[in-house]
């Protein structure tokens, strides 16, 4: 079976935890790199240390690229047949959870790659950010459960009463997080509001200039 090694790109951030993940597949006479990360002169040492002399293969060998969109429209995550390991970039994260905001991510198209990536039985997750997983039937289930549980929380919030995008993330999300933070979770309730909105549970209107959504048409 192919080795499998972890190069830490130094980026810690409030998004990316320790920083984001090089792997390098070791199949032989040559290797694999997925995901090289930052254009960082510290980091690409550190890849070249780890590969020594062995060659960079231009084919994926072992490896079937799976079109995983949802956290962006171009993801893509790559599957290990003979381990039942998934490389899952940024779609599922050895900790926490991984961000949808709109308009670059898509909360159906997200569940969907959850599904795809869970009839495959994947024994292990080598994720873009934080650890391995090895729990990977369970880890897919939880971020599936999250994003519906969230879906749920904006629906019924949305239900109590129409409002605004930013309005409806301070009753959501409570009114204490800091700027930053805000403006990510906007974009992260936005998105759960376009699916609502396609799903036609939720309708959405102007009125002076804003867009305002409701559960019942006005």
């Given at each position: 079976?192919?080795?499998?090694?972890?190069?830490?790109?130094?980026?810690?951030?409030?998004?990316?935890?320790?920083?984001?993940?090089t792997w390098i597949v070791d199949a032989g006479p040559v290797?694999?790199?997925?995901?090289?990360?930052?254009?960082?002169?510290?980091?690409?040492?550190?890849?070249?240390?780890?590969?020594?002399?062995?060659?960079?293969?231009?084919?994926?060998?072992?490896?079937?690229?799976?079109?995983?969109?949802?956290?962006?429209?171009?993801?893509?995550?790559?599957?290990?047949?003979?381990?039942?390991?998934?490389?899952?970039?940024?779609?599922?994260?050895?900790?926490?959870?991984?961000?949808?905001?709109?308009?670059?991510?898509?909360?159906?198209?997200?569940?969907?790659?959850?599904?795809?990536?869970?009839?495959m039985g994947p024994r292990i997750l080598?994720?873009?950010?934080?650890?391995?997983?090895?729990?990977?039937?369970?880890?897919?289930?939880?971020?599936?459960?999250?994003?519906?549980?969230?879906?749920?929380?904006?629906?019924?919030?949305?239900?109590?009463?129409?409002?605004?995008?930013?309005?409806?993330?301070?009753?959501?999300?409570?009114?204490?997080?800091?700027?930053?933070?805000?403006?990510?979770?906007?974009?992260?309730?936005?998105?759960?509001?376009?699916?609502?909105?396609?799903?036609?549970?939720?309708?959405?209107?102007?009125?002076?200039?804003?867009?305002?959504?409701?559960?019942?048409?006005?």
């Amino acid at each position: 079976m192919p080795l499998v090694h972890r190069v830490v790109a130094p980026n810690p951030g409030p998004y990316t935890g320790p920083g984001t993940n090089t792997w390098i597949v070791d199949a032989g006479p040559v290797a694999v790199v997925i995901d090289p990360g930052p254009d960082d002169d510290e980091h690409l040492a550190a890849i070249d240390k780890r590969l020594g002399s062995t060659t960079v293969g231009v084919v994926l060998v072992n490896v079937t690229a799976l079109y995983t969109p949802g956290h962006s429209a171009d993801h893509l995550s790559f599957w290990l047949a003979g381990d039942r390991a998934v490389f899952t970039g940024d779609l599922v994260l050895g900790r926490g959870s991984s961000m949808v905001t709109y308009p670059e991510g898509d909360v159906a198209d997200y569940l969907r790659s959850l599904d795809r990536l869970a009839a495959m039985g994947p024994r292990i997750l080598f994720p873009g950010h934080w650890d391995p997983v090895p729990g990977a039937m369970a880890k897919l289930a939880e971020y599936r459960a999250h994003r519906l549980d969230r879906e749920a929380q904006v629906l019924a919030e949305v239900g109590r009463g129409s409002g605004t995008g930013p309005e409806l993330t301070r009753r959501v999300y409570g009114p204490d997080l800091g700027d930053e933070l805000m403006a990510a979770a906007e974009m992260t309730l936005r998105a759960h509001l376009k699916k609502l909105v396609d799903d036609g549970a939720v309708h959405v209107h102007t009125v002076n200039g804003e867009e305002v959504f409701a559960t019942s048409v006005s």
